[in-house]
């Protein structure tokens, strides 16, 4: 059994869920002894208590509990073993490779595949990101997200400093985002904002599934806890009558769904949106929530078009674009869209 450690969250390691980080410090400690060690208050960050799922900071002491079998957990952290990954694998991941540097790596992430793992994911870029080493000494960090189905550019950082320096520039805000979207109806007025509180509807099932986010009027976030700020810019680009729009967002905080609840709550759900878009939800236009029918996909249609940030060593504003994806791309076929009709920042005069 080996003695009770205390262990200081290195540069580049915030931002991460506590269960996460021990995995990738003692690779044999299973989730459940994970989730164990925190209901008895074993496992403390600073000294308080913690669950599995508390997302962790620079510099934090973490307190890890005497662990069982020394052969299996060595006194100090390991470094955990490199994931395999299959050759198909391997092949997609980099051929969604749009931007890369000494420091920065680019996805254009598929609909479909999620960033990290979670309650049945097993396949997600975090685990592919081995093959996404190239020539560096180390597979490259997540240092934001992205919702498992909407398409479109993700970063990541080939280094500890370079992870350091984006994740300080997403949570200070340094970072500017624009989505395209395909919404039921059509937003007014064409170029707008949205401004309320957002919060946590439980859902349920074991992992809490079917939980999502419900706008809540800005004079009732101080009556309603939990509820956090969340504005939106958005563009009404093109539209199909008044049955569906391309519609450009851009996310000023960075909330949980944001921009798939927002568009909910002003009656244009995003199409392919089955948790905001259901049956039930007001449409504007003459379809019914996220169902457009005919030919247009029933995939969630929100791609990360475009992303600005600071470079962490150039200091230089790099923006990466990311085409749209198959789903999309058939969908905007279909209206006679292309997209070089839209402008690069259409919330330019809003800066």
């Known amino acids: 059994m080996s003695a009770v450690q205390m262990v200081t969250v290195a540069a580049g390691d915030g931002d991460q869920r506590l269960d996460r980080w021990l995995k990738r410090q003692f ?9 164990k060690m925190c209901r008895k208050g074993e496992l403390r960050v600073d000294g308080g208590r913690v669950k599995a799922s508390t997302r962790l900071s620079e510099g934090q002491t973490v307190r890890i509990p005497p662990l069982p079998d020394p052969d299996a957990a060595p006194s100090a952290p390991v470094a955990p073993a490199r994931p395999k990954v299959s050759q198909a694998d391997a092949d997609m991941i980099r051929a969604c490779v749009i ?8 996805l254009n992430k598929p609909a479909g595949l999620a ?11 975090d685990g592919l990101a ?30 500890r400093a370079a992870a350091a320096g984006l994740t300080a520039a997403f949570r200070h805000r340094n970072t ?8 039921a109806g059509v937003p007014t007025p064409y170029l707008g904002e949205i401004k309320t509180g957002l919060v946590k509807a439980p859902g349920h099932g074991k992992h809490g599934e079917g939980e999502k986010m419900i706008a809540v009027h800005p004079d009732e976030m101080r ?14 680009l093109y539209r ?43 449409n504007l236009g003459d379809g019914w929530g996220a169902q457009l029918g005919g030919i247009i996909s029933k995939k969630l249609h929100l791609h990360a078009r475009r992303l600005s940030f600071e470079h962490p060593t150039t200091r230089k504003t790099v923006t990466v674009t990311a085409p749209l994806p ?6 905007w076929d279909t209206f006679g869209w292309t997209e070089d009709l839209a402008a690069d920042d259409p919330f330019e005069d809003l800066q």
């Open 130 to 159: 081995e093959a996404l080493r190239f020539d560096a000494d180390e597979a490259p960090r997540l240092v934001h997200r992205i919702d498992k189905d909407t398409s479109g550019v993700l970063l990541l950082a080939r280094s």
């Open 326 to 331: 198959e789903h999309m791309k058939h969908s």
């Open 223 to 236: 009556s309603t806890p939990g509820a956090k700020r969340a504005h939106t810019h958005y563009a009404t």
């Open 27 to 35: 690779p044999q400690l299973g989730q459940g002894r994970i989730e």
């Open 176 to 183: 500017r985002k624009i989505y395209w979207a395909l919404v």
């Open 99 to 106: 931007y890369r540097d000494a420091d920065v790596l680019a």
């Open 240 to 282: 199909v009558a008044g049955r569906a729009a391309w519609v450009a967002m851009e996310p000023i905080t960075g909330r949980t769904h944001q921009l798939r609840a927002h568009m909910a709550a002003i009656g244009h759900p995003i199409i392919g949106d089955g948790k905001y878009g259901g049956s039930g939800q007001e």
């Open 115 to 125: 960033v990290q793992g979670g309650s049945g994911q097993t396949r997600h870029v």
